[in-house]
């Protein structure tokens, strides 16, 4: 009887160890814990036996193995019921002997398949702690039919062997499943690294830096020549974060530099863009995107902005001026192609445009400080003497130096003008232009109807003029009149309130420079602005004798349907 006994331990120490060897090498854990419960079951002498593991965040218990007469695989049950599930929830073996007598017996399984259960030996798998699931071995073959205290710490042993292998192989499969997006990540970070134009020389007009906080971003800027001479650019930020972003934002970038090449009109391209996005785009996902063209003979970028960080004009006297977004975001409202959204141009006079993402201004300094758009014109002013490439080198190097982590992707685009403002005053004074029939909008700007934003009016009315080759003094004259109107649409229009809106629009007609005024505050009797008699001497009522003195013609126009009102400002250029 000893001998048996010995006999016995012996032939199950070496199923153990067969079983472990099996464990270590598979590379198909289901097949592998298939051919483990048919061994055990053999080695026990048990008519059946059964593998549930716990899915669902631990709420079912699901069969993955099955031997015997009856095939069970895919059965699911509650975590907490039967006695595979009570042995999972305390995590310990038992022997049923009897199981009509246990109130936690599951008879369903057995009434749909005719198998009788007379009882059971059952134990966790488990690692310490972790619980996975249980091993089940159903009715004894010969002697008395019961299983007993060696069944079970035999079978204790094999599961709690069974578990590790499980455990092994999940994570085996989970490295695998991070090397293969790792090397996915890789592969995407390094497609939208091509998509990213080449770094130009430092007295290029444009340039642009991207730092993702992530392997891959959902940022991009790009930039290229037109054939004649003027540079198309684009910045945008992607909703959301990972693949999903990263795919939308290469398929914006495309878009973007393929439209580009024909579409020369940034409200069009951006609306064609938007129309392709909001087609397609998924639920919920938009981009802010900047759009625009910037001509270096004229200094004049044109651009339009969908639901993007407003852009900053930085002046050579050290200002700054800010663009807002006139539109939503790219794939927010559906738009047909064929629409334009609105577009702003602007002369840069030497300065330089900025475009960022809000990952610039919510990034961390060394300090653990948010730079803050505060401090991003304070970085750009300090080092405006710098090449461009440099200036956004040292806005992108502070926020990465930081123990901080970058909250999000960094992205920022500067349009200079200095070096080509310095070619325009280089050059002989233009030629007053040939007479030419046709109207040619030379500037169009919307701005807030308040004080601080006469300067920009000023200087782009200037520009425009000295563009279309009016005279310096001629150029001053204008600039002065439509300071003057605009400050009375301020003043009288508006009363002063911040909520106002003032278009400018400059145009070049048959050798006039023709300027539109456009308000939207309630519409005027034009019979009730006039100037004030000279000899009158009291403030209030000389700048309307001054713009009718510089101007050779001043009439208000048909106001709007929508109302408002729109004044006209001729002058022969010369």
């Known amino acids: ?27 198909d854990i289901e097949r592998t814990l298939a051919s483990a419960l048919r061994r055990i079951a053999d080695h026990v002498g048990a008519e059946a036996g059964s593998l549930f593991m716990l899915e669902a965040a631990g709420k ?8 015997g007469p009856t095939d069970i695989v895919g059965l699911t049950i509650a975590a907490d019921q039967g006695i595979a599930g009570r042995a999972v929830q305390r995590n310990i073996g038992e022997i049923v002997r009897d199981v009509s007598r246990d109130p936690q017996f599951n008879r369903s399984v057995d009434q749909k398949t005719g198998f009788t259960t007379r009882s059971i030996l059952c134990a966790p798998l488990s690692v310490k702690d972790e619980r996975i699931g249980a091993i089940q071995l159903i009715n004894k073959r010969g002697g008395d039919g019961l299983f007993d205290g060696d069944d079970l710490n035999l079978l204790a042993v094999l599961a709690s062997s069974a578990a590790l292998a499980i455990l092994n192989a999940r994570m085996a499969a989970k490295l695998v499943e991070q090397e293969r997006v790792r090397r996915e990540l890789e592969l995407a970070a390094e497609i939208q690294r091509s998509l990213l134009p080449e770094a130009e020389a430092d007295d290029f007009p444009v340039h642009g830096i ?29 909703s959301g974060k990972g693949m999903n972003a990263a ?14 090449k024909t579409i020369h009109q940034p409200g069009r391209l951006l609306a064609q863009i938007n129309a392709e996005i909001a087609e ?6 938009f981009i802010t995107m900047v759009v625009g063209i910037y001509d270096p003979r004229t200094g004049i970028p044109r651009f339009s902005n969908a639901g993007h960080e407003p852009l900053q004009l930085y002046a050579p006297d050290g200002s700054f001026t800010e663009f807002q977004a006139e539109m939503p975001p790219v794939g927010v409202v559906v738009g047909e192609p064929e629409q334009s959204f609105p577009e702003i ?27 803050g758009l505060a401090g991003l014109k304070e970085f750009l002013a300090r080092n405006a003497s710098e090449a461009v490439p440099r200036r956004l080198l040292r806005v992108a190097e502070a926020l990465t130096q930081s123990q901080t982590s970058l909250r999000d992707d960094v992205t920022l685009l500067a349009v200079d003008d200095r070096a080509a403002a310095a070619q325009r005053a280089s050059r002989p004074a233009p030629a007053p232009p040939a007479f030419d029939p046709s109207p040619v909008t030379v500037l169009r700007l919307h701005v807030p109807a308040v004080a601080d934003r006469l300067r920009l009016i000023r200087t782009a009315v200037g520009e425009a003029s000295r563009l279309v080759g009016c005279s310096e003094h001629v150029a001053r004259d204008v600039t002065l009149a439509v300071d003057e109107a605009c400050q009375n649409i301020i003043r009288h229009a508006y009363k002063d309130l911040p909520e106002g809106e003032i278009v400018v629009e400059i145009v070049r007609e048959s050798g006039k420079l023709i300027i539109f005024l456009k308000d939207f505050a309630p519409t005027i009797d034009p019979k009730t602005v006039r100037p004030r008699n000279l000899e009158d001497i009291r403030p209030g009522g000389l700048g309307t004798h001054l713009i009718r003195e510089i101007m050779d013609e001043v009439a208000f126009l048909e106001p709007p349907l929508a109302g408002g009102n729109v004044l006209r400002l001729g002058k022969r250029i010369a």
Do not use: Q, W
């Not at 840069?348 to 300090?367: C, K, N, Q, R, S």
């Open 280 to 285: 397609t785009a998924t639920l919920g996902m």
């Open 345 to 371: 141009a602007v002369p840069l006079g030497g300065g330089a445009l900025y475009a960022f993402t809000d990952g610039v201004t919510e990034g961390y300094l060394e300090t653990g400080k948010e730079l």
């Open 247 to 260: 795919l939308l934002m290469a398929k914006a970038a495309s878009l973007f530099r393929c439209l580009g």
């Open 1 to 27: 009887m000893t001998t048996l006994r010995a006999a016995s331990r012996d032939e199950a120490m070496e199923l153990v160890a067969a079983l472990g060897r099996d464990f270590v090498s598979t590379l």
């Open 210 to 238: 991207n730092r993702p906080a992530r392997t891959v971003s959902g940022d991009f800027f790009d930039f290229f020549p037109l054939a004649d001479g003027r540079i198309c650019f684009a910045l945008g930020d992607v």
């Open 60 to 67: 079912t218990l699901r069969c993955h193995a099955s031997v």
